[in-house]
Structure formats: structure tokens, C-alpha cells
């Protein structure tokens, strides 16, 4: 009868108001502590599922990701054409007509070099002349994403400017040509560049200190998503900005051009790439003057 009287008394304390003397009814407080723990926990059980959850997807896109971008990378040619340093001139008289005869299978662009209009339109000939035997994806093409179009609402006016000098519908890699936005610049609506402003830093003024790799990276993240380009990497990153966009990206850069050459070996930045699965493409690979 102890433990009935005890149990009751329980049962009367959480469930039954009081009424004091004052006419009022008062509402229970023992338990209250119990019961906003209890919810606590529960809020706190929830969230964290759901934090796992994001988190497992986040994971889940990440391997796709890599997983998409080793087949992509599987199909990349050992050496390539760099076209820097090409005129306008020299593109229109036969330099990738005769690399792609050469044997050239990968053609390296870029908006700076001021020449993709022409090389777009040699790629056009070749791809559609009559007997022709190539056919797009025999072909790698990779551009970069010039300093002012770093903030994320210019980065695919920019790709898209480069597409249509090109004349294609896709890059095969599509790159972060150095680790500094400029001040943004317009893009003209047709084909090729004006004058060559896109690769003016002033001396320095015309660097956007507001902008972050991330935030660019985040917007060429998307243009995988869209379909413009197949792989994403960058370009002259050293081992401390490598380490930075690794450790908070849902893409990892497949790619990282660097100078590479004997009088320029960068041993610890190859090392780096080669643990943290970054492919190292070497430009200037015979040296430099």
C-alpha cells in the first residue's frame, strides 16, 4: 500500500493541478526539468540525423565525383599543344591543322592568349571538312577561366564566351589559370576579344582582394553540373592553396598545370598532388628562356 500511496502521489504531482488558496490553478513544475531535457535530446537526435545524413550525401557526390572525373582523366592524352605564344596569324595558317596530322589529340587554350576565336575556327575546319576522321570526342580541349571573371555570377558568362570562341558545346578540362581575381570586365557578345584588357592587372590595382578561391571554385563546381565542362582543375596552385580548396570542396580539382620542367622540378608540390590524387600537367616541359 506504501509503494500505491507513493505512486499515486506521483501520478497526482505530474498530471493534477493544484488549486491554491487563492482561487488559481497552478500549473505542475517538478517534472518540467525532465521533460525539456528529454526534448533537448530529441531536437538534438534529429538534427544530428540529419547532419549525418547531408554529410553521408556530401560524401556520396564527392566519390561520384572522382569517380566521373578518373574515367574523364582516363581518356586525357599524355602531351599536348600549348597555344600560348600562337598568333592569331599563325592559328589560321595551319598550326593545329598540322599538330592534329602531327598526331596531337589535346589542345591547350586559354581567353589570355588571345587566340581561341582562330582556333575554334581551325577545329570547325578539321571536324567538319569533307573526309575528315575526327569526330569531337576523339579530341581534348582545355581552357582557363581568366582573373576577372572569378566572382561566381561571371564565371559561366566566361566559360560560355570561351565556348562560343571555340566553337564547341563542352571543354574537356576547364582550369583556375592563377589563384587572383582582377576587377571584373566586361564580355563582349561576339566572338574573340577586343583588346586585351582581360589580362591587365595595373601593376597590382586591378586585383579584387574581395573575391575567394572558394567562391570560384564553388561556381566552377556548377558548370560540371550544367555540362559545359567534364573536369575542373587549376592552374599554378602551390601546396598551401591546394591543401585549402581540398579540405572544403564538393569537386576536387582533377588537374593541376604547373611550370614543370629540369631547372624547375617543384618535387614537393608533385609529391603533394600525387598523395592527395591531383594529376600535375606540366606547361613549358622543355623549359623556359
Not at 561520384?64 to 599563325?90: C, D, E, N, R, Y
Not at 565542362?229 to 593541376?256: K, Q, W, Y
Request: aromatic residues 6%; charged residues 20%; contains cysteine.
Amino acid at each position: 500500500s506504501a509503494i500505491a500511496s507513493n505512486h499515486s502521489q506521483s501520478i497526482s504531482s505530474m498530471v493534477l493541478p493544484k488549486k491554491p488558496s487563492n482561487g488559481q490553478i497552478s500549473r505542475p513544475i517538478k517534472h518540467k526539468p525532465v521533460i525539456a531535457a528529454a526534448v533537448l535530446t530529441l531536437i538534438f537526435a534529429v538534427v544530428y540525423g540529419i547532419l549525418q545524413l547531408s554529410s553521408n550525401r556530401a560524401g556520396a557526390t564527392r566519390s561520384m565525383s572522382k569517380v566521373a572525373a578518373a574515367a574523364a582523366l582516363a581518356q586525357m592524352p599524355h602531351i599536348g599543344l600549348g597555344t600560348f605564344g600562337l598568333s592569331p596569324s599563325q592559328v589560321s595558317g595551319g598550326a593545329i591543322k598540322s599538330a592534329l596530322d602531327a598526331g596531337y589529340r589535346l589542345i591547350d587554350c586559354a581567353p589570355v592568349y588571345f587566340n581561341e576565336r582562330e582556333i575554334g575556327d581551325a577545329l570547325s575546319s578539321e571536324l567538319t571538312r569533307d573526309g575528315s576522321t575526327f569526330k569531337r570526342e576523339d579530341l581534348w580541349i582545355t581552357s582557363k577561366l581568366a582573373s576577372p571573371f572569378h566572382r561566381r555570377e561571371h564565371v559561366e558568362p566566361a566559360v560560355r564566351k570561351t565556348l562560343r570562341d571555340l566553337n564547341l558545346d563542352y571543354l574537356d578540362l576547364f582550369l583556375m589559370h592563377w589563384p587572383v581575381a582582377f576587377h571584373h570586365v566586361a564580355i563582349p557578345d561576339g566572338r574573340g576579344w577586343p583588346n586585351e584588357d582581360i589580362d591587365d592587372s595595373g601593376g597590382g590595382d586591378k586585383i579584387d582582394v574581395s573575391v575567394t578561391v572558394r567562391e570560384t571554385w564553388s561556381a566552377m563546381e556548377d558548370l560540371v553540373d550544367k555540362g559545359l565542362v567534364r573536369t575542373i582543375g587549376v592552374s599554378n596552385f602551390n601546396v598551401m592553396l591546394l591543401h585549402e580548396l581540398l579540405a572544403d570542396c564538393r569537386i576536387p580539382p582533377a588537374v593541376n598545370q604547373v611550370e614543370l620542367h629540369v631547372y624547375l622540378q617543384q618535387q614537393k608540390l608533385v609529391d603533394y598532388c600525387s598523395a592527395r590524387g591531383v594529376k600535375v600537367q606540366a606547361y613549358s616541359p622543355l623549359g623556359t628562356p
